[in-house]
């Protein structure tokens, strides 16, 4: 059974930088792209940073461009999102998901976790 679990989130002051990860188990976890989307009430979830098999393209939001990093341990199956420089905007529910190699499309996601960035 394909699980994404998420961890992490909380209250993180303007400037922090937390590290969520995401462990997956269930399948193969180096065959699949991955990536990071995030979701505020009202709009739509959003591609985050995606990365793939083997970590050597990383595309990224421009919002988070060279604040945030995608890294991911094919030997321990986690996915991690590096993010620095926080801001209040950044506030989101962010979820860790697999994408299907052939369609591109999202097929399984995490539960989510929320990162409040306060003011």
């Known amino acids: 059974q394909v699980q994404l679990v998420g961890s992490g989130g909380g209250l993180v002051p303007p400037g922090g930088s937390p590290r969520p990860p995401c462990g997956a188990s269930?399948?193969?976890?180096?065959?699949?792209?991955m990536g990071w989307y995030r979701q505020v009430p009202g709009k739509e979830r959003e591609m985050v940073a995606g990365?793939?098999?083997?970590?050597?393209?990383?595309p990224y939001l421009a919002d988070v461009k060279g604040r945030f990093t995608i890294s991911r341990d094919n030997a321990n199956s986690t996915l991690f999102l590096q993010m620095n420089s926080l801001k209040p905007e950044d506030t989101a529910v962010y979820y860790c998901?697999?994408?299907?190699?052939?369609?591109?499309?999202?097929?399984?996601w995490g539960q989510g976790i929320q990162v409040t960035v306060s003011s």
């Open positions: 990365i793939s098999r083997t970590s050597r393209s990383t």
């Open positions: 269930g399948f193969t976890f180096g065959n699949y792209l």
């Open positions: 998901a697999r994408v299907e190699p052939d369609s591109g499309r999202v097929d399984y």
